[in-house]
């Protein structure tokens, strides 16, 4: 059973930059695609970020050029750096794990970023 802790949500102002990272316990980090998710009130949870067990990032649009995801395989951790932060990135930060032999998904409590002045 694969376990995910996130931290380092906040409140940030504007402008302003913001970590969370993801611990995971319960399986081979190694063979893992890991992701990172928002949902705001109302609204589907939406994919932000994610990268490759060899460490090949993709991003969302909105996130693109202000948000780097990058993974310590030997720490089994998952970063998800945010600058420039804006108050439309405020929402319940999720992170998410999938083994690329089976295709299960596992997902975190989530996190929450505010980013208001």
């Known amino acids: 059973q694969v376990q995910l802790v996130e931290s380092g949500g906040g409140l940030a102002q504007p402008g302003k930059s913001l970590r969370v990272s993801c611990v995971v316990s319960g399986s081979a980090f190694v063979s893992l695609y890991m992701a990172w998710y928002r949902q705001t009130p109302g609204e589907e949870r939406k994919l932000v970020a994610g990268i490759t067990p060899r460490g090949n990032p993709m991003y969302d649009d909105p996130v693109r050029g202000r948000f780097t995801i990058s993974r310590d395989n030997a720490k089994s951790i998952v970063d998800l750096q945010m600058n420039d932060l804006k108050p439309e990135d405020t929402a319940l930060y999720f992170c998410?794990?999938?083994?690329?032999?089976?295709?299960?998904?596992?997902w975190g409590k989530g996190t929450l970023v505010t980013v208001s002045s």
């Open positions: 998410y794990a999938s083994p690329i032999s089976s295709g299960e998904e596992y």
